[in-house]
């Protein structure tokens, strides 16, 4: 895909590192940063640099502005939709939802606030570990566009929340709140208005200085029960395992519970 047509001159998505951490920030707060294609070819495009450098090992994604997200810019969008849907992804970018292609192996924050709707909350499945600020608003809209989640809300947000709370909120397109999210497992913590960056922030640093490689294959084995079955999962534990108790990191960490020391890791 030619980004030239797309990519206009004020990014959509502006990218930051952060030590190991690297921010990603929706960037379109005139238009509570609703996601059109240069929108989502620019995040496609900042998961593949995330998933690429040895030096990054965590996602921090947020939003400029009041908004996390108001969804698709359908007027956009729309025109662009094919028999296949939308052609989002450019070389070397990584689908955001992780719905197809390459999975990524690195975990991403999330810290929300104001609205987040549809591409939002599925963005927030997609991830791993999320913060919201207490009055976000939440909604999961698209049966009232006529259109259906196609971002993975129907595959993750029931096995997240369970069948009824996550039907309750798709098929109906009602609004919820901050509460309702941390109630059905949608974010992991509720923090006042203006802190959500800043504590996603901290818990992204947290996972930043454990052994990269073991949350990579913590992450992995996680995955492939979700996806493939418990059973190809517990197939797999020892093997990694022993992948790991080779590594430089695993003497690291050894060495620190030994001494009583803070590790430094250094992803080898």
């Given at each position: 895909m030619n980004l030239q047509n797309t990519v206009p001159d004020q990014p959509r998505i502006i990218t930051e590192r952060r030590g190991h951490v690297f921010l990603i920030g929706f960037n379109r707060p005139d238009k509570?940063?609703?996601?059109?294609?240069?929108?989502?070819?620019?995040?496609?495009?900042?998961?593949?640099?995330?998933?690429?450098?040895?030096?990054?090992?965590?996602?921090?994604?947020?939003?400029?502005?009041?908004?996390?997200?108001?969804g698709l810019d359908l007027a956009d969008i729309g025109p662009r939709l094919g028999p296949n849907g939308i052609d989002m992804v450019p070389e070397g970018g990584i689908n955001p939802w992780q719905v197809e292609g390459q999975t990524l192996s690195k975990p991403v924050v999330m810290a929300v606030q104001g609205t987040c709707l549809t591409l939002g909350i599925e963005l927030m499945l997609a991830s791993d570990i999320s913060v919201a600020a207490e009055s976000t608003r939440f909604g999961q809209i698209e049966v009232a566009r006529g259109i259906l989640p196609f971002g993975g809300a129907t595959i993750r947000f029931p096995r997240t929340a369970g069948w009824g709370n996550a039907m309750r909120w798709i098929l109906t397109g009602d609004m919820f709140d901050a509460a309702e999210a941390h109630r059905i497992g949608l974010v992991q913590e509720v923090v006042p208005d203006g802190t959500q960056f800043d504590r996603a922030l901290e818990l992204a640093e947290r996972v930043a200085g454990q052994a990269p490689l073991a949350i990579q294959?913590?992450?992995?084995?996680?995955?492939?029960?979700?996806r493939d079955g418990e059973a190809k999962a517990a197939a797999g534990l020892q093997p990694a395992l022993a992948r790991l108790a080779a590594t430089e990191d695993s003497r690291i960490g050894m060495e620190s519970f030994l001494t009583r020391t803070p590790a430094t890791f250094i992803g080898r």
């Open positions: 509570r940063n609703a996601a059109d294609l240069a929108l989502l070819q620019q995040l496609a495009l900042a998961y593949g640099e995330l998933e690429r450098d040895p030096e990054l090992r965590v996602g921090l994604v947020y939003a400029v502005g009041d908004h996390f997200t108001a294959a913590t992450l992995a084995s996680a995955r492939t029960a979700v």
